[in-house]
């Protein structure tokens, strides 16, 4: 991992006669560079310089600077400030052929140029026994400028960006850059850094543009969040260890498909004191950070799991929003006391419960058969059959042992919500094999026959989620059961 540096060089602005102390000509008139200035950092303040780079090479040390500017830079300003005395007279003719170019403000080969800029590269790097790289891009392509960066950064540096100088565009560029950088070559960002001239302090502060690289881990993390529903994106962005490992707990749930356990991790975050910052930047994710987690606040655990099943439908995640609408059925009936047990949430069944549950399951079945639209005499009898045998699972299970009740009382679960879904909403919900689904969600990897009958038409299948989750919420929420 190289500590590296990034900066650019430009044309500098026309210089007066008093800034123009390296050059012993007399004609002013057309001369550019960079004026003198002192800077100042974390406490620390620099010798009078002309290109900030070298203030920034005194102040962090770092262990490779890349320097990036055009067949028309003042590249006479690297070798000036990076080499002094002795050092800089015996480069006399390299320096005096770079001031010529540039004062005369003529046009010269890329050629030529990149071969004096390689000069300066070798130099410094034997001067100050660092990896000092100087790479030429052309001024009119900005993509060349992005190209330019990410070909001479290495997998692993940890970089630090100065944006004082070079076109306006530089900065966007180079942002972008390093962006990709993070992403592609697992680049570590640190600090961005601007040389503040425009203000009327003797010293020049280096203002510290770090927020920027805050904002958008921010942006990134809500892009990703919308994408996936993994609230565990958010983990290392707020708080302390123990928000992080809140917030990773409740991913885990929510990925194993523990809708309830991950609501109720998630309501151990304090919010407030989260966002209670005087950064600006934090600050302004609260708002919608909490609209994300606003189900998490809901009264009724079903609803909120409701709730979540739509945030994965949107996210086109449509495996785990199905899930999710069972789920919602099951808690819910727990919830109003159809069902007083949640058959998910018991890991050993006690014998004395089967009864219990067994005529609990029957009444859900009586009520979903009331609601049955259809009522040909031939679906009654389908529907009399399918509950019977939901029942017989319960009763089958009188004889077994704990460890195969608790085996198949998932396959509960998968024959009521099924029957649920089938007959309640949509036939078309035969094909669903919830515990197939749920392990096939838990591992990540669903079979062939899910995959393609989710995602065979995506906008298909959105619109028939959007139709049954209505369906869902007006059977379990607006009526009365």
Known sequence: M????????????KLNNQNCSNNNSTDFSNKTGYRKTRYTLNGQESDEVTFICKALYDFLKPEKILIIGTTGSSWSEV?????????????????HRLKMREDSNTDDSREN????????????????????????????????????????????????????????????????????????KNVEIEKIYYGWLENNKAVKPVKDLSWMLSLNKWITAFSQYNRTNDISIFSQLIGNQETENTINDASFYEKLTYASNSIDKLKELDV??????????????????????????????????????????????????????????????????????????????????????????????????????????????????????IIQTINDLANKTNKEKRKKYFDIYDKIAKYYMLYIFDKNYLFLELNSLRNGIVHGNPNEKIKSKFYKNDDTMYQKLKELSKKVNDSLFREQI
Do not use: W
């Open 113 to 184: 140029v990149s071969r004096d800029v390689n000069e300066i590269s070798r130099f410094i790097s034997k001067e100050l026994n660092i990896e000092f790289i100087c790479r030429i891009y052309d001024e009119n392509s900005e993509n060349e400028l992005f190209t330019t960066i990410i070909e001479n950064i290495c997998r692993g540096d940890t970089i630090t960006l100065d944006v004082t100088h070079g076109f306006r565009f530089t900065p966007m560029c180079a942002l972008m850059a390093i962006q990709y950088l993070a992403y592609i």
């Open 2 to 13: 190289t500590k590296t540096l990034i900066s650019f060089i430009g044309k500098g602005s």
């Open 79 to 95: 070798l000036s400030n990076f080499l002094s005395g002795e050092k800089l007279s015996d480069q006399s003719d390299l320096y």
């Open 272 to 389: 407030d004191r989260i966002f209670d910052s005087e950064d600006p930047v934090l600050r302004s994710f609260k708002e919608p950070f909490s609209e994300k987690l606003a189900y998490i606040n809901e009264k009724n655990t079903s609803r909120a799991i409701f709730m979540l099943s739509q945030q994965y439908l949107e996210a086109r995640d449509y495996m785990h929003a199905v899930i999710y609408l069972h789920e919602t059925f099951m808690v819910r009936y727990s919830e109003i006391g159809t069902l007083k047990h949640d058959l998910r949430n018991i890991n050993d069944i006690p014998d004395e419960l089967y009864d219990e549950i067994t005529n609990q399951l029957a009444t859900i079945c009586s009520i979903l058969k009331e609601k049955q639209k259809d009522s040909s005499g031939k679906n009654k009898d389908r529907q009399a059959d399918d509950a019977k045998k």
